[in-house]
């Protein structure tokens, strides 16, 4: 059995108002639940502490700067990810006190 691993809160970066955007390695170092698995290298920027963009098409890439399709806002354990009116993507992730 095989558990999975999901996005962290403490990779997310509070940018006001509700908005959060999520730092990533590109190549990808760990599979997490909903992206590609670990060693893919999504199209766009590459290297340590790259931004996660979710495009209109739901597809996944790496920018090194934190626009609009950068950015999600939190409901409940999930990220929600809205570039355009027309789609609705979500990512889960957790957040834990040691």
């Not at 940018?15 to 992206?35: F, M, Q, R």
């Not at 098409?57 to 355009?84: H, M, Y």
């Amino acid at each position: 059995m095989n558990l999975t691993r999901v996005l962290s809160g403490a990779q997310l970066t509070d940018k006001g108002h509700g908005k959060y955007s999520v730092t990533i390695a590109n190549p990808l170092d760990v599979s997490y639940e909903g992206l590609p698995p670990a060693g893919t290298t999504l199209p766009g920027a590459q290297g340590p502490g790259v931004f996660l963009s979710i495009q209109p098409d739901g597809g996944v890439q790496a920018r090194k700067e934190a626009g609009a399709w950068e950015s999600c806002t939190i409901s409940g354990n999930l990220l929600i990810f809205s570039p355009v009116l027309e789609g609705v993507f979500v990512l889960p992730f957790a957040t834990f006190k040691a």
